[in-house]
């Protein structure tokens, strides 16, 4: 399988693919595409999806894709590094805080499966669109503040790629199927993990109209994991993906998912992968 690499921290182009050129391959960044023109089938991870003008799809570092076409299709290709997260502009102008983002990016990385296809929704994709051809004019431009608008709407468009996500989960969770409560609690976490007081037991269990005894018997019943130990696996698969796609340090990570200090992390980590934090961040790096 072909592998690609990026030499840019971001990278904006308008390409007329050749789905003969595209086999299958990988690349060692993240990709999102919005699709110009033509239609056809975009197969990720063996997984086939047909697209469409307006579509929107993301990628991963760690997904394999190639296309099959209907109609000629172009694709306006957004490539970007996990430095793309992590510069400080030069000027003040162009100072922007990207945590939230970053945070976004990873929100899309975890859930992304949950939506089969195009990450758009359709009341959102003239906005997307205008975004997009804004994207492509201010690739053409030179100007001093280009560089912060093109982050920001890259900014913008994750954000709607995250709330298409959100808004597709939320409507399976409220189609009144038994299965789709624990759908509906889980997603809950993941959308609070950063927020400790709202993943309490007893904040969850008022926020469910639950007992907090009713909450732990029916989450263990469905996942077969505590409550307790589901938030645990969710943040090592966050602390994962930052290490392999952040420069954060574990202490910082540590801090931010609100676990004691860097040992307290390392010593979880390891329980459950075998490895301390430290050791996975340099084994990712020397696989890649």
Do not use: W
Not at 89 to 116: G, W
Not at 131 to 157: G, R
């Amino acid at each position: 399988m072909r592998s690609k690499q990026l030499y840019k921290e971001l990278e904006v182009s308008v390409i007329a693919v050749d789905p003969a050129l595209h086999s299958l391959h990988k690349h060692h960044y993240f990709q999102l595409i919005y699709v110009l023109e033509g239609s056809g089938i975009h197969v990720v991870n063996e997984n086939r999806f047909r697209f469409k003008k307006g579509d929107v799809f993301f990628l991963t570092p760690e997904d394999a894709h190639s296309y099959e076409a209907v109609s000629p299709p172009v694709f306006c290709i957004i490539d970007f590094t996990k430095n793309f997260f992590f510069k400080t502009a030069n000027s003040l102008d162009e100072k922007v805080d990207i945590s939230e983002a970053f945070r976004r990016l990873e929100y899309i990385f975890h859930n992304q499966h949950n939506v089969m296809g195009s990450l758009i929704v359709d009341g959102d994709r003239q906005v997307f669109k205008a975004l997009i051809n804004q994207l492509i004019a201010e690739k053409e431009n030179d100007s001093p503040f280009s560089k912060i608008i093109t982050q920001n709407i890259i900014f913008l468009l994750l954000n709607f790629i995250a709330r298409c996500i959100q808004q597709r989960s939320v409507s399976y969770s409220q189609e009144g199927k038994p299965q789709n409560k624990i759908h509906t609690i889980s997603t809950y976490i993941q959308q609070h993990i950063y927020d400790k007081q709202l993943l309490l037991l007893d904040s969850l269990a008022e926020k469910f109209n639950m007992s907090e005894g009713h909450l732990s018997r029916y989450f263990k019943q469905q996942t077969g994991s505590t409550v307790k130990d589901y938030i645990t696996r969710y943040k090592l698969d966050i602390i994962q993906t930052r290490l392999k796609f952040s420069d954060l340090t574990i202490s910082e990570i540590a801090a931010e998912l609100d676990f004691t200090d860097e040992s307290h992390l390392n010593k979880i980590f390891k329980n459950a992968f075998g490895v301390t934090a430290k050791k996975f961040k340099l084994e990712y790096k020397r696989g890649k």
